[in-house]
């Protein structure tokens, strides 16, 4: 029998990203200037607020200027401008400058941590009167018999591992709302329910993503060039794998440093953690990080399917907003303004619409009105240009910058899905990867010690198997078990039972970036939210 404990709200927000966040402050901003009280809760997995983002980040201020004009009265955490941009080719030991694309200028833009900017955002909105409760998973959504999204429930407490009630066992809470808006970010859990249930997914592309690797350092002040930004291509990957490096100056000799890698790649042998670690050896990024120590250490997986990938954003009851939805522009290597104006326009849609109707479904024309979709379509070909190789990408990504502009009288189409890209292992060979010195570069566990990460040991894993047998008879077989190499946390491991291999999951170290969701050539890995305030404690980050 169902005793929860039930909450009762306007509006539901799960997730408290730049997205949730924006859309909770900008609902109690219309509920203010038209004399009208909206109830309104946000729900955060993170022990905190920013205890989960993990983002570059440079961040672009067109949103944030809509949304808090007078945000730099404020004591915003924006304090670090961009001053020059630099754009280097990389071969193994030498580095070439190129020029930096349009979409990569960061005139104007503000070096920040985007765990810090989440907490100031919750500060304002809590000035504002939203309720945020961070510490609490979501792990289902509710439905009433018409199938339409009347809430969610959040995960119960002191569960063992088996399932059962533990001693400490606490009831999750169902909280009710009008409208409960998802942004979990990218690859959320409950979004990929929602996806399916609806069918939200029928009339676009798959949705493609990449895995961001980060470390923040404290650098010799000499290194230190606060508002400097370096963006690298080419070395250590191959001209068939997507991905590129990232260095930003911030203040007090910080620097945030980090590689993105396509997850679709084909090579199994290919781990995006050790080649961020190659990658800082190169002389270019040695120089700067030689002296220093790295503080912080973070993973999270992207969208990278833009434009063409977005699914349908409204259901009866709902709607999806942020990275839930794969708003961020890839070429930029920017989402935060898009995320955070995708809340705006959710909270100005539910606003006008709330208790008028069950499916908000002016969201979504809203959103094809505004500048976020604009800027979406003027690069929508970029990234799908580089399954044809590197080369063939950068002339194609030329032509359609600087003599089409953006408006192609075409759309490509992407690759495919990340995990369909995955070549058996016969066709490749293995990738020795040099030994971490544990001065530049570090092995996995020790980097996920400086992530904060931790979780209720007794707890039932949040990394489910569909079937048991997978990992060995497919995974081992004929990919040498890739979830041992796509992981940056070392989670998946290979031990040996009765004189047989098995995979160990050591959920514990799960820095819940989502990669093994997205990369699991079956998709036989599916993760599920642990209990709230788990996971990584970013800082800084």
């Known amino acids: 029998m169902n005793n929860r404990e039930v909450m009762e709200y306007d509006v539901v927000i799960v997730g408290a990203g730049p997205s949730g966040l924006s859309a909770a402050i ?18 955060e997995k993170g022990s905190e607020v920013g205890a989960h983002i993990v983002s570059g980040a440079v961040i672009e201020t067109k949103a944030l200027d ?36 349009p979409q990569m200028h960061n005139k104007g833009n503000y070096i920040i941590s985007l765990s810090d900017f989440t907490k100031w955002l919750a500060e304002q909105a809590e000035a504002l009167e939203v309720e945020i409760y961070p510490g609490f998973s979501v792990s289902e959504i509710l439905f ?45 859990h409950l979004g990929k329910i929602l996806m399916k249930k609806f069918d939200l997914n029928k009339d676009n592309s798959p949705q493609t993503y990449g895995i961001g690797i980060k470390e923040l350092w404290e650098v010799s002040p ?118 955070m104006k995708s809340g705006m326009i959710a909270a100005d849609a539910i606003f006008e619409n709330i208790g008028k109707k069950e499916e908000v479904d002016n969201y979504q024309n809203l959103i094809k009105k505004s500048w976020l979709w604009s800027e979406l379509y003027s690069v929508r070909n970029i990234r799908p240009s580089f399954k044809w190789g590197f080369w063939k990408a950068i002339v194609y990504s030329a032509i359609d910058t600087y003599i089409f502009r953006g408006k192609a009288p075409w759309t490509l189409d992407h690759h495919g899905t990340d995990h369909q890209s995955l070549e058996n292992k016969s066709k490749h060979e293995k990738i020795n990867y040099p030994k971490p010195d544990n001065v530049i570069s570090f092995d996995r566990l020790t980097n996920v010690s400086f992530s904060g990460t931790n979780h209720e040991e007794n707890q039932p894993s949040h990394l489910t198997l569909k079937n048991e047998a997978v990992p060995i008879n497919i995974n081992l077989e004929l990919y040498d078990n890739p979830e041992t190499r796509y992981c940056p946390a070392g989670v998946y491991e290979i031990v040996t039972s009765d004189n047989k291999p098995k995979l160990q999951i050591n959920a514990q170290n799960c820095v819940h970036c989502k990669t093994c969701d997205i990369k699991d050539p079956t998709q036989n890995i599916n993760w599920v939210t642990p209990q709230g305030g788990g996971g990584p404690n970013y800082q800084g980050m």
């Open 26 to 43: 900008k609902l109690k901003q219309l509920s203010k200037e038209n004399n009208k009280d909206l109830s309104v809760c946000v729900i």
């Open 66 to 101: 809509e949304l808090i004009p007078d945000w730099q009265t404020k004591n915003s955490p924006l304090k670090i401008k961009a001053t020059n941009d630099k754009f280097l080719y990389l071969t193994e030991t030498k580095s070439y400058k190129l020029p930096t694309p």
């Open 222 to 339: 000499e290194n230190s060039k606060p508002g400097s930004i370096l963006h690298t291509t080419g070395w250590p990957l191959k001209t068939d794998t997507y991905g590129g490096s990232f260095l930003y100056h911030l203040d007090n000799n910080k620097v945030s440093i980090g590689f993105v890698i396509g997850l679709d790649y084909k090579n199994p042998y290919l781990s995006p953690y050790m080649e961020f670690q190659r990658f800082k050896h190169h002389p270019e990024i040695k120089k700067i990080l030689e002296g220093g120590r790295r503080i912080n250490y973070g993973a999270r997986a992207l969208n990278e399917g833009g434009i063409q990938s977005l699914p349908k954003l409204t259901f009866p009851g709902g709607m999806l907003t942020g990275c839930e939805a794969g708003f961020l522009n890839v070429p930029k290597i920017k989402g935060t303004h898009l995320a």
């Open 144 to 188: 009433n018999e018409q199938d339409k999204v009347i809430g969610v429930a959040t995960c119960d407490m002191g569960r063992l591992k088996d399932g059962t009630e533990g001693p400490n066992f606490e009831q999750g809470i169902e909280l009710h709302a009008t409208q409960t808006i998802f942004s979990e970010g990218c690859r959320g």
